[in-house]
């Protein structure tokens, strides 16, 4: 009982989109897909709802061959980063649009327009035009427009990321709770964001270039990327990696810093290694690495520094609002026990730090 | 100072404004003279520079000697061009959806080509394509027919109308026409009941200028036409003898810029009820 995408490739022109997308989606619950802008994210949500035919490859429910199934057959909604209404509509025809095309009676949409406008608040803007409303309001009505019909999967294209940082918190609140009370259907939520995916929980899959880099729950692929791409993808400030290596029961990275070979790494063969950290690991402070501050931003509650570093450049997040000056000398603490080891050649997964 | 931008201004419309008004009210005064008041110079004011005569506005509807009926050929050319301009707006905007939404290849020619194509027909001069309609209209038996003269109108106007859809359609954002259709429509149903409704400044704007362009056309309704069907640009200049009449030929020309300005004033209206909001 699964969506059962096998080798889906769409190319335009020179183009490649989708690079032979293989993957088994649950029939509900909460799927997200991840990857940077073009990863082909977007290309992937039309072809399932239908408004892109693949050059080849299958996507069946059940053995039953979806891609027969044109979009207005196929029973999906979805939701644009763009906020997408009917502008020559009010809010409330926008709304029952999809249930009209269906043929339901009058009492029905009564019903469901009633559910539907309590959930997400529109009860007041009915009368409106989708043009007299704000960004917000109108990604709600959009919403709204997905929710009311009955469909077996609903698609959403990063419908937060034109919103402003407070509704974009508050939107990201109240779907999730949508989604748990959902009921019966799969949703697939597209974004640049790791924190939403995280925060969205359930399966995560993500795209690079076209292809799948890794997919699983989104736990797993936080703990244990497969590979520096999915590293970078699923973390941001993307993880920082350092060419680096052990031997002599030692680790270095850059030149002259080494320490011990922490636990999780005792079991690695000696040799060169791309050793990676996420930013909220590296510390400020003690008689570390020497850095110069290249860029330092304070967003909301963190505070992010671009550091220089002999051996190339880090990204360091903190909680908490503490100014620094572009150019500042700070010294850095790179605990070994947070490093991820990747393959210096291969670039994959070797070794990954313990769960707290 | 503001005061001083002010006056520039209000200045600066009431030149404009009497440059374009000027020649109306000197065409009206002028219907209203007889050839003695036209030629015995300039007088302005009725009753008193000159005895107004209705004798010009008589002549377009009489049959006497030096008039003519001009009420055959308004008909035929209010018929001509609301014809035509349907037919080009309705089959115009057909073709401007297709080229804006889907893509066409045939070889090296793209969707860029064929929209090229439909606008390079209104490049070439009016002489280009007089003798090939002559000879068509000529084999099909429509020529100096009403019927004969909606079909070249047609192939004058339709580039006008896809032209300006085709920019109009890119306007609107493909997500609509997707989401109509992931809400139930069919593609067809799509256009029909989303994308058309907001398609209506468009629309109007394009019917205008085929309804502009139709109505104006001198060299057409005149290589195409003999004795049984005259239209208006046609009948006005027909008038023309050895002695120019002054005063028939302003009274005519204001009959024939008549439908314009109503057609202006009821776009004026629609627009000023908000376009922005498409379909009221």
């Known amino acids: ?356 | 100072m503001r005061a001083f931008y002010l006056l520039l201004k209000v200045a600066a419309i009431l030149v404009w404004s009497a440059f374009v008004i000027a020649p109306f009210l000197w065409a009206l005064t002028t219907s209203f003279k007889t050839a003695n008041g036209v030629t015995g110079g300039p007088t302005y004011i009725p009753w008193v520079d000159y005895q107004p005569s209705l004798a010009a506005w008589q002549g377009l509807f009489g049959s006497g000697a030096g008039s003519i009926d001009i009420v055959g050929p308004f008909i035929s050319s209010v018929m001509v061009t609301l014809s035509a301009s349907l037919v080009s707006l309705v089959l115009g905007t057909l073709a401007a959806y297709g080229l804006s939404r889907f893509s066409y290849k045939a070889g090296p020619v793209g969707n860029s080509d064929l929209t090229f194509f439909f606008v390079s027909q209104r490049i070439m001069p009016p002489v280009v394509l007089a003798i090939p309609f002559f000879l068509m209209l000529g084999w099909l038996g429509l020529l100096d027919t009403v019927l004969g003269l909606i079909i070249v109108y047609v192939a004058l106007l339709l580039p006008i109308a896809v032209w300006v859809m085709v920019d109009f359609f890119n306007t609107i954002p493909k997500e609509l026409d997707e989401t109509a259709m992931i809400d139930g429509c069919t593609p067809i149903e799509a256009f029909w009941r989303v994308i058309l409704p907001n398609a209506v400044p468009g629309l109007v704007v394009a019917g205008i200028f085929c309804i502009i362009f139709g109505w104006n056309d001198f060299f057409f309704a005149f290589t195409l036409t003999f004795t049984q069907t005259q239209l208006l640009p046609v009948a006005i200049v027909s008038l023309n003898s050895s002695v120019t009449p002054w005063w028939s030929l302003s009274a005519s020309a204001l009959i024939s810029v008549t439908p314009l300005i109503v057609v202006a004033f009821l776009v004026e209206r629609y627009l000023d009820k908000g376009s922005i909001g498409g379909r009221k």
Not at chain 1, 185 to 212: N, S, W
């Open chain 1, 1 to 356: 009982m699964t969506y059962r995408i096998n080798n889906l490739c769409v190319r335009q022109g020179t183009e490649t989109h989708l690079d032979g997308i293989t993957l088994d989606l649950p029939l509900s619950g909460v799927v997200t897909v991840m990857g940077r802008t073009l990863a082909g994210k977007t290309t992937l949500l039309k072809v399932l709802a239908g408004l892109q035919a693949p050059d080849s490859g299958t996507l069946e429910r059940d053995g039953r061959n979806l891609l027969a199934i044109p979009a207005w057959r196929r029973r999906v909604g979805m939701v644009y980063q763009q906020f997408v209404n009917y502008p020559h509509l009010s809010v409330r025809e926008n709304i029952v649009f999809p249930l009209k095309r269906a043929g339901l009676s009058a009492d029905a949409i009564a019903r469901k327009l009633g559910y539907v406008t309590e959930l997400l608040g529109l009860g007041e803007l009915l009368r409106r035009r989708p043009a007299e409303l704000s960004g917000g309001q109108q990604q709600r009505v959009a919403l709204a427009r997905s929710l009311v019909k009955d469909t077996e999967f609903l698609l959403l294209d990063e419908p937060l990321v034109s919103l402003d940082y407070k509704l974009r918190e508050q939107l990201r609140d109240e779907l999730r709770r949508i989604f748990r009370d959902g009921g019966d259907r799969l949703v697939v939520y597209a974004t640049t964001d790791p924190l939403e995916a995280m925060i969205m929980q359930g399966q995560v899959i993500l795209l690079h270039e076209g292809k799948v880099v890794q997919a699983g729950d989104c736990r797993d692929v936080y703990r244990r990327p497969a590979n520096t791409t999915a590293a970078t993808i699923f973390s941001d400030p993307p993880m920082n990696l350092v060419k680096g290596e052990i031997a002599d029961g030692h680790l270095r990275i850059g030149v002259g810093v080494g320490s011990d070979v922490p636990l999780h790494f005792r079991d690695l063969p000696r040799g060169a290694y791309l050793f990676g950290i996420r930013a909220s690991d590296v510390e400020l402070g003690g008689s570390g690495i020497g850095a110069r501050v290249a860029l330092a931003e304070i967003n909301g509650s963190t505070t992010v520094l671009h550091l220089e570093l002999p051996f190339g450049d880090m990204v360091l997040l903190m909680e908490g609002v503490h100014p620094h000056a572009i150019g500042d000398q700070v010294a850095l603490n790179l605990p070994p026990s947070r490093f991820f080891a990747f393959d210096a050649d291969s670039q994959n997964l070797v070794a990954a730090p313990p769960v707290d």
